[in-house]
């Protein structure tokens, strides 16, 4: 026998999504004893766990084709795309999201921005289950990207097009210069006196009738200089 101390660390344990996909699930198994349930992919990445919900009649599927008529489907904390929402309805079948609410923010966000035309990035493997789930909510459109190498070639190929986001890269050259004066000596001080003249020439000019668009564009102007 060996004489070991074990410490178990104070934030151990399944994350706030796993704890409430594993809780979820197990609810379910109780309250339906009758019915067979399933989760879409293991619902955690952890073989004791996922043997010991097998043991509570609760089983891992990998397609909704195996899914047994009148079962349960638990859809796990990673969250899955559109698609598989609509093949649920379609297919009549019940379930209840464990999607990790975080998750489903990303999610929610994605189709947003994807309905406005933005084009969509995702920083992660390309083959994880969560990011599978979230590149599903814009037609599965999404640029995915694992390394730096992978990043720079969609901002060259997909971002940085003639006559796009020339705005945007004159406002980092522009903060790339302010930093530089903020830490040039006394740059706080001067800094804060350029503010109290960009507050006192917007007071000056709403005095004087100007249009927030006009006041914005004397503010912008005196900044440039």
């Not at 309250?31 to 989760?39: F, G, L, V, W």
């Not at 559109?82 to 990303?106: F, G, H, M, R």
């Not at 004087?208 to 102007?221: E, L, Y």
């Amino acid at each position: 026998e060996i004489d070991m101390k074990v410490v178990k660390a104070k934030s151990a344990g399944f994350c706030f999504g796993v704890d409430n996909a594993v809780n979820t699930a197990l609810k379910v198994a109780e309250e339906n004893p009758y019915r067979n349930i399933a989760t879409l992919g293991e619902l955690i990445h952890n073989a004791n766990v996922v043997s010991d919900l097998r043991s509570k009649g609760i089983e891992p599927i990998q397609s909704l084709d195996e899914m047994q008529s009148g079962g349960i489907l638990i859809i796990r904390s990673h969250g899955v795309g559109k698609s598989v929402y609509e093949d649920l309805q379609l297919n009549e079948i019940d379930y209840v999201d464990a999607t990790c609410p975080y998750v489903k923010s990303i999610q929610n966000k994605v189709e947003k921005y994807y309905k406005k035309g933005y084009t969509i990035i995702i920083v992660g493997d390309k083959n994880h289950p969560e990011v599978i789930g979230v590149n599903g909510w814009c037609e599965d459109c999404a640029e995915i990207v694992n390394t730096r190498e992978e990043a720079a070639k969609i901002i060259s190929e997909k971002l940085l097009q003639p006559n796009m986001w020339q705005d945007k890269l004159y406002q980092i050259s522009f903060i790339d210069k302010l930093v530089g004066w903020l830490r040039g000596p006394n740059g706080r001080e001067k800094f804060r006196s350029v503010l109290y003249e960009v507050a006192q020439r917007a007071y000056r000019s709403a005095q004087n009738g100007g249009t927030q668009a006009s006041i914005a564009s004397h503010i912008r102007t005196y900044l440039k200089q």
